[in-house]
């Protein structure tokens, strides 16, 4: 059975997508019923395929932003069309549909070159003119007038150097049944055609009168059969069932004796009863495969058409289609209604933290600091959410507790009011109290107690304060507000964030298990707190570096989840497991390694693995290793320009790089004066050269050419 597909709450960026479009390439993300994410990829030289892939991979294709983060979203979807021959990097695939002129070696791309126009005489500059109509560069592609791709001269044909091409062997497929599971994929499902069903109450009733053998009509009896969707074909000697149990008509073949018996003219004692005749259709051998139970002579007598239920073989075998679009719209409906409640929830609880002047969100940094996030202050530390950050006077804050809805209580209203409260409100006031309550207890002989608190990774942390940074926060604006939090919790770090993340943080998602939601928010916490990273993310965040067996000339290995955990079997131990060639090994490491490894980023927790598991070693991968002998001959150009520096200060030159020697443009042109030939020699030039110096100084400086400081005549 086919897997259906759809869209979720993220994609490829839209700054991504417009650049492999301008490739010959559609792609985008997609999920399964079981929570799997894939890429699909279709162009016009590339054919629709699908990619199972992780859920950072589908998140570094829907960053953009930093130069960084384009890149890594290029090379991870680079990485999983391994089908693909794809512009080497960004740069390059940006170039496609641009105004180029030139080939890729520095030849002048006129029109003759490249074959719209008949060669002409000169080889000079041409008119951008000329190019006025779309080429069409590609089968079936026309580009915007005056825009032409660059072209790779050393491979036949001019074939560009910007596009996506298929490499592997093209698929022929005679019929739909033929093609693989994958390539049947929507990305939404379409909503099946169900088969027509007769207007409902309109069937004709078999009643008691027309059963008795005296009044029984084969035309009656007939016309009871067809309305209540049971068709008996003479012709092809096929049987109809229309159930409103199912939603198909289902065919059965008959053989000339059952048809006699069901159409029978007549009733017992000379001809055939109504249950004998029911029984010959109940007894049918795939009649009761795919119905759970028979037709009754009750169903007949109602104006409704028959209502038999298919088995859940025959429902999962010919109904599928029903079955998945129907769950795929109870997802959607629970989707909506999960998005409706976490942007409510969202939108109540940032805007009591805008009304409160003692608070502000720390969800905004991105908005106020510009490119900055909050991460774990280790080096190269996780990135954390921090939501409300507020300072309290506790002896007044313990009298007066802002509710999510905006309300301010007093100790004792709450107090009464807490049986009618929600329980996700009586949660969050309980909270509340019971975190100020312990601060004033822990100082019960302080005149005043301020503090500071935040909701790092969804926990709740509390600092005592001064009252002169209180005060200061109470009056800062939202950026040095920020600024004054992270000077005062060590926890966390204002750090430079790797790239912009897209959407909200109340956006929704479906779960790994393809039944629950979470929300962006929540997926950042779950990933800030994780305590493993699968090794597979290597080539997403370091597309040229492997995992390699120890020693020189080790093989490549395969790296699956790695993870850190205490050990159950001693108290204060703690063990890194990872599956490496579908092996589980593990190593005791040490509590430091333990700590760190839960504050890192995935590169770093990579880098911890590698060190420790002397099974494997992080590596440079072959085709990325750097070429020794265009080293050697860059330092020797290094050294040649060194040289030249040294003697141009020796001489009174300005240091700096020399130019190129480069040739001289030469135009042809119908006037050959003042064009010099192959016969002029560098002597007659330079003289030349003098005579036309010295002469405008002699008429700036008013000299006659009888001084004897001119040439002879």
């Known amino acids: 059975m086919a897997i259906r597909g759809h869209h979720i709450g993220f994609d490829i960026s839209t700054e991504l997508q417009s650049i492999l479009r301008k490739n010959g390439l559609e792609a985008h993300i997609v999920q399964d019923y079981d929570g799997k ?137 005679e019929s739909e049944d033929q093609m693989p599971d994958r390539v049947k994929v929507t990305v939404t499902p379409e909503k099946p055609r169900a088969a027509e069903r007769p207007e409902p109450g309109k069937a004709v009733a078999l009643t008691d009168h027309y059963m008795n053998p005296v009044y029984f009509s084969p035309e009656h009896w007939r016309q009871v059969l067809d309305s209540h969707g049971i068709v008996i074909d003479e012709a092809n000697k096929k049987m109809i069932i229309k159930s409103s149990g199912a939603r198909l008509n289902y065919s059965y073949d008959l053989t000339d004796q059952e048809i006699a018996k069901i159409l029978n003219p007549k009733l017992e004692p000379d001809g ?76 109540a609880q940032e805007g009591r933290i805008r009304r409160d002047p003692a608070a502000i969100s720390g969800r905004e940094i991105g908005a106020i600091l510009g490119g900055y996030g909050w991460y774990n202050a280790e080096a190269h530390g996780r990135e954390v959410v921090v939501a409300e950050i507020r300072v309290d006077n506790l002896k007044e804050a313990i009298n007066s507790v802002v509710m999510p809805d905006g309300r301010v209580m007093t100790a004792e209203e709450l107090q009464k009011e807490m049986a009618t409260l929600g329980p996700e409100d009586q949660e969050y006031a309980k909270t509340i109290q019971d975190r100020l309550q312990k601060l004033m207890d822990e100082n019960k002989d302080a005149k005043d107690k301020f503090v500071m608190s935040a909701v790092i990774n969804g926990e709740i942390v509390s600092h005592e304060i001064s009252r002169k940074d209180y005060e200061k926060f109470m009056r800062y604006d939202d950026e040095h507000r920020l600024k004054l939090f992270d000077s005062i919790f060590g926890e966390v770090s204002i750090q430079k964030s ?86 589980s090994i593990t190593h005791d490491i040490s509590q430091k390694q333990y700590d760190k490894f839960l504050v890192v980023d995935d590169m770093q927790r990579l880098k911890m693995f590698s060190k420790i598991f002397n099974e494997v070693d992080m590596k440079i991968r072959p085709e990325h290793k750097p070429n020794v002998g265009a080293m050697l001959m860059a330092g020797l150009v290094g050294i040649t320009q060194a040289a030249h520096m040294v003697t141009d200060i020796a001489m009174g030159m300005p240091p700096g790089p020399r ?40 008429e700036s400086e008013n000299i006659s050419q009888s001084q004897g400081t001119g040439r002879g005549v």
């Open 498 to 583: 790797e790239g912009v993340r897209e959407g909200r943080p109340d956006d929704v998602f479906l779960a790994d298990d393809g039944r629950t939601f979470v929300t962006r928010e929540e997926m950042d916490i779950q990933r800030s707190k994780s305590t493993g990273v699968d090794g597979q993310d290597l080539r997403d965040l370091n597309y040229k570096k492997g995992f390699y067996r120890e020693g020189s000339h080790g093989r490549e290995v395969t790296v699956d989840a790695i993870k850190v955990e205490p050990d159950p079997q001693k108290e204060g131990n703690y063990k890194m497991t990872a599956v490496i060639n579908g092996q």
């Open 37 to 173: 994410l894939y890429l699909e990829a279709q162009g016009r030289n590339y054919p629709y395929n699908r990619y199972e892939i992780t859920r950072q991979q589908a998140e570094a294709m829907s960053l953009w932003g930093y130069n960084s983060t384009n890149t890594k979203a290029y090379n991870t979807l680079k990485h999983i069309l391994k089908d693909a021959d794809m512009p080497r990097a960004l740069v390059v695939a940006r170039q496609a549909g641009g105004l180029v002129n030139m080939g890729q070696w520095g030849q002048r791309m006129t029109p003759e070159r490249a074959g719209f126009f008949p060669r002409q005489r000169f080889g000079g500059l041409y008119n951008p003119g000329y190019m006025s109509r779309p080429v069409p560069t590609f089968p079936g592609e026309r580009l915007a007038p005056g825009t032409m791709r660059s072209f790779d001269y050393r491979s036949p044909g001019l074939r560009p150097t910007t596009g996506v091409y298929w490499k592997g062997e093209r698929r022929q497929y």
């Open 272 to 347: 055939v009863s109504i249950k004998e005749r029911l029984d010959i259709i109940n007894n049918n051998v795939n009649f009761k495969k795919d119905f759970e139970s028979g037709i009754t002579v009750d169903m007949l007598k109602s104006n409704e058409i028959i209502d038999v239920k298919l088995t859940p073989a025959a429902r999962e075998k010919f109904e599928y289609k029903f079955e998945e679009y129907d769950r795929w719209m109870e997802q959607q409906k629970m989707l909506t209604e999960a998005k409706e409640a976490a942007r409510s929830q969202f939108m």
């Open 659 to 698: 130019p190129p020697r480069m040739a001289p443009e030469i135009y042809e042109s119908s006037s050959l004066r003042n064009v010099p030939t192959r016969s002029v020699s560098a002597s007659d030039l330079a003289s030349a050269n003098f005579e036309s110096g010295d002469q405008e100084r002699r």
